[in-house]
């Protein structure tokens, strides 16, 4: 699986930012996907993972009630909507996809990440 994360760029605090991530190869359906961060100095953090029908999400407690994450499996899309955005959400975000069976929220619970696309929020 490959995957192309897009839509990252800079906005104000209190803005909204859609991220994209584009899978090619087979059988992305049968992926769980999630998002992940990374600030400038500091370790890759979980975001929020999504199951393979898209009927299961999970998020990390700093993202809770801002930011969605959804899946269009028709599309081999996965997206993560990220509203009220604050100045600690700039990052490289990456998107992931796992075999696991669950919902992981650990790096090493993935097989494969995308390249990053960073969000830069002002305040």
């Known amino acids: 699986v490959q995957l192309q994360a897009s839509g990252g760029g800079l906005v104000q605090a209190g803005g909204s930012l859609r991220l994209s991530c584009a899978a090619s190869?087979?059988?992305?359906?049968?992926?769980?996907m999630g998002w992940f961060r990374q600030a400038p100095g500091k370790e890759r953090e979980f975001v929020a993972a999504?199951?393979?029908?898209?009927?299961?999400?999970y998020y990390a407690d700093s993202v809770e009630g801002r930011f969605t994450i959804s899946r269009d499996n028709a599309k081999n899309t996965v997206f993560l909507q990220m509203s009220n955005l604050k100045p600690e959400d700039t990052a490289v975000y990456y998107c992931?996809?796992?075999?696991?069976?669950?919902?992981?929220?650990?790096?090493?619970?993935?097989?494969?990440w995308g390249q990053g696309t960073l969000v830069t929020v002002s305040s």
């Open positions: 999504v199951s393979t029908s898209g009927s299961s999400t």
């Open positions: 992931a996809a796992s075999s696991r069976y669950y919902m992981d929220r650990t790096t090493r619970g993935y097989d494969y």
């Open positions: 190869g087979r059988a992305f359906s049968s992926y769980n």
